[in-house]
């Protein structure tokens, strides 16, 4: 609350946060939309395939904390673009195991590496103690224990 009695919603800390989030995805997102026509949610599934190899959707999802048809959706359109393969899961045929194809990895390499650069752009902006301090207290929002919807 303000003095005033009002709540001050720029200063409440999810609304910060997912202001800076929506900044900074957005400025990144030029950059595989003008490479590869990607959406937001095709790099996010690009981007944990070529990180952590070949994976269900389920998995991506459960990573990435996004919606399963969000998930589908991207699978699909990465699909059509010749960037992933989906396999039957032999262990259980009803999850299909989603790989990149070379195209596709050659798209992560060069978005990780772009990434990297805009990442470093980022870090200019402060100190590097400074930048060390909101990269920790980041982590660990991120990690705050699930609550109930």
Request: glycine share 4%.
């Amino acid at each position: 609350m303000t003095e005033s009695g009002a709540f001050d919603l720029k200063g409440f800390l999810p609304y910060l946060l997912n202001q800076a989030a929506e900044e900074t995805s957005l400025h990144f997102s030029n950059t595989y939309r003008e490479r590869y026509g990607l959406l937001r949610t095709e790099w996010r599934v690009l981007f944990h395939l070529g990180r952590y190899g070949d994976l269900t959707a389920s998995q991506i999802s459960t990573m990435a904390k996004m919606h399963k048809t969000k998930i589908s959706r991207a699978v699909s359109a990465l699909e059509d673009k010749h960037f992933l393969k989906r396999d039957e899961s032999r262990e259980d045929r009803r999850r299909e195991i989603l790989s990149l194809l070379p195209q596709g990895k050659a798209a992560y390499d060069d978005l990780t590496a772009a990434a990297e650069i805009y990442n470093r752009e980022l870090a200019c902006q402060f100190s590097p103690e400074e930048w060390a301090i909101l990269k920790d207290s980041l982590t660990r929002l991120a990690q705050l224990p699930q609550t109930g919807e």
